[in-house]
């Protein structure tokens, strides 16, 4: 590969994984962020996004087609994020000790019921061959989507114009700034808050599907590797703009592909040290974006990290 592209290689390595890895990372922000938005945080969705999928996975082996995996994936999203939102209505509940049980409680289910899972072949989703044009087989492998990313930019698109221009949006963006406000205006505030996670068990669900039927592509008990917890913090680097969650999953995407490209360029030796770059970058951004004035800019009110 490096003899043919030389330095190009390493970019090229670096954008095809930017838009692999970027994908779940994308999904759960989002997913998260109306939760939030909401005035409610989940960090439950590392346990989520490993039983997406494994039942995402299962769906697919079962039924033999790979959109039903994904669908029974965000179901089983939703499940789980109705149990969190339940849980959290109930008095003296607070939610980040909830979302730790729900996510130790996610992944304990899905190693459990996965056993069976590892060792048969699954149908995996397709890709989108942008690269067909090129007779580069490095450029063709890097333009390989999947539909799920072009799906969670339209999903982006469609949630920032949720919340600036519709009265559902508006309604969520009360409730998660003041409940006192959203009651005063005859608005309840539980189903609201149920629903928002919900749908972000529904993301992150979908972000589970997209891990075991595309990339990595199959079903083990460390397909995560914290990605939950990671697309959690991206919500508030982001400060709870979707467009933002877009470009933080694809940064923090790009920047978790630097290590396998030099190791596919022939770097052997200390190259799995820039498997730490997205940690470190993240750090780094964080430290030069925040202040102590601005530490909270955007957040939700009702948020239980702003209290």
């Not at 592209?5 to 890895?21: K, T």
């Not at 019921?113 to 061959?129: H, T, Y």
């Not at 505030?189 to 039927?213: D, E, N, W």
């Not at 467009?243 to 022939?266: I, M």
Request: glycine fraction near 14%.
């Amino acid at each position: 590969m490096s003899a043919d592209l030389g330095l190009w290689a390493v970019p090229l390595a670096v954008l095809g994984g930017m838009l692999r890895v970027s994908t779940p990372f994308l999904f759960v922000s989002l997913g998260e962020c109306v939760t939030e938005k909401s005035g409610r945080i989940n960090l439950g969705l590392e346990g989520t996004l490993v039983f997406g999928a494994m039942a995402g996975y299962g769906g697919s082996l079962i039924t033999g087609s790979p959109w039903l995996g994904v669908l029974v994936a965000g179901l089983a999203g939703v499940l789980f994020g109705l149990m969190h939102g339940l849980l959290c209505s109930l008095p003296r509940v607070n939610d980040i000790a909830v979302g730790i049980a729900m996510m130790l409680l996610g992944t304990g289910v899905a190693f459990f019921f996965g056993k069976p899972l590892i060792q048969p072949a699954a149908p995996m989703l397709p890709a989108i061959p942008f690269g067909a044009w090129s007779s580069l087989p490095q450029l063709r492998s890097a333009l390989e989507v999947s539909p799920l990313f072009l799906i969670g930019i339209v999903v982006a698109a469609l949630l920032a114009f949720m919340f600036k221009r519709t009265r559902l949006g508006l309604v969520i963006r009360m409730v998660g700034d003041s409940a006192d406000a959203a009651r005063a205006m005859g608005y309840s505030i539980l189903p609201v808050r149920i629903g928002a996670t919900a749908f972000g068990g529904f993301m992150a669900g979908v972000a589970g599907a997209y891990l075991s039927l595309y990339y990595p592509g199959s079903w083990n008990e460390h397909i995560s590797s914290g990605q939950g917890l990671i697309a959690v913090a991206l919500v508030i680097f982001a400060r709870w703009n979707p467009f933002a969650c877009f470009g933080a999953a694809l940064l923090f995407g790009g920047a978790g592909a630097l290590g396998p490209a030099l190791q596919s360029v022939g770097v052997t030796e200390g190259y799995y040290l820039f498997y730490a770059a997205p940690y470190v970058l993240t750090l780094v951004i964080l430290f030069f974006t925040s202040s102590r004035n601005r530490a909270l800019e955007g957040a939700p009110r009702e948020l239980s990290i702003t209290k």
